[in-house]
């Protein structure tokens, strides 16, 4: 007889909960990066829980993450949404960034939606555009799928060939071809942060073929596809990250960055919603 794993024991302690809380059956699961909250506005929500009270959830240490789960329909559909999310820099493990994932997909979901703030590695960047993430450049030091695998959920070897749903991305360029949203699309690189990059480290970052970077979405996505889970990743560019053009880093700028772009990333994410 196969014992239950550490973290198979800690999804059904969270879906128990939740489940208690209230009766949750989400087409769809969502995630909201840094700045990016207002899509809310757009859900009728049923449901909202604070992260720490969630078994198993950390509490978010930053303060521009709202730090809950939300409940609601939203383009016709049922979605459960992350105002804000864990990352790697705050202290927390990648089984710990990434629990959440598996915690949604085994509340029903079949499909994940991401969005985070990254900088403009592409010189045809500027600030604000949305970039349909394409493949990426894991140089995370730790990956979630590190340990014990739990056969239930996904196989040892997960294949990462196609990390990002072609399907959904070409649904979301008809999309925005439609609605007149100007998207860009390219290969995101992940690091730990929390420090942003040198000079010299951008230029590597270009070199080795990367068109934005960022601290996070990379470990969600390898559990997703761990899960075979499909999904659909944009980054919002909030800073530039490329010759002539690098500043020192202002996070009010940042947050400002990815507001400006919050009705486009509104917009697509309700148009992808939809479609699905």
């Known amino acids: 007889m196969n014992t239950l794993t550490e973290i198979e024991i800690k999804t059904l302690e969270a879906i128990s909960f939740l489940s208690s809380q209230y009766e949750l059956k989400p087409e769809v699961g969502i995630i909201l990066g840094t700045g990016l909250n207002n899509l809310i506005e757009e859900v009728k929500i049923e449901f909202e829980v604070s992260y720490k009270e969630v078994p198993h959830f950390g509490e978010s240490t930053l303060q521009f993450h709202k730090g809950k789960l939300v409940y609601g329909k939203i383009g016709g559909k049922y979605a459960i949404i992350m105002q804000g999310r864990f990352h790697f820099y705050e202290g927390f493990t990648m089984k710990e960034v990434t629990f959440p994932v598996r915690v949604l997909k085994q509340l029903g979901i079949k499909v994940l939606l991401i969005s985070n703030a990254a900088g ?13 993430i394409n493949d990426h450049i894991n140089l995370f030091p730790e990956n979630p799928l590190v340990g014990k695998n739990a056969d239930t959920q996904g196989d040892r070897f997960p294949d990462m060939s196609e990390p990002y749903d072609l399907t959904l991305i070409e649904v979301a360029k008809n999309i925005a071809k439609k609605k007149e949203i100007k998207i860009k699309e390219g290969v995101y690189v992940g690091v730990s ?3 942003l990059e040198t000079k010299a480290e951008y ?9 934005a970077v960022g601290m996070s979405t990379i470990p969600e996505v390898i559990v997703a596809r761990h899960l075979s889970l499909p999904v659909f990743a944009t980054s919002v560019i909030t800073d530039l ?36």
Do not use: H, Q, W
């Not at 230029?203 to 068109?211: C, E, K, S």
């Open 120 to 132: 403009g590695l592409n010189s045809s960047f500027k600030k604000s555009d949305l970039m349909i």
């Open 193 to 195: 942060g929390p420090n």
């Open 203 to 211: 230029n590597f970052l270009r070199i080795i073929g990367a068109d």
């Open 241 to 276: 990250c490329y010759p002539g053009v690098i500043e020192k880093v202002d996070i009010s700028k940042i947050i400002e960055a990815a507001a400006n772009a919050e009705p486009s990333l509104t917009s697509l994410f309700c148009g992808l919603v939809e479609e699905i």
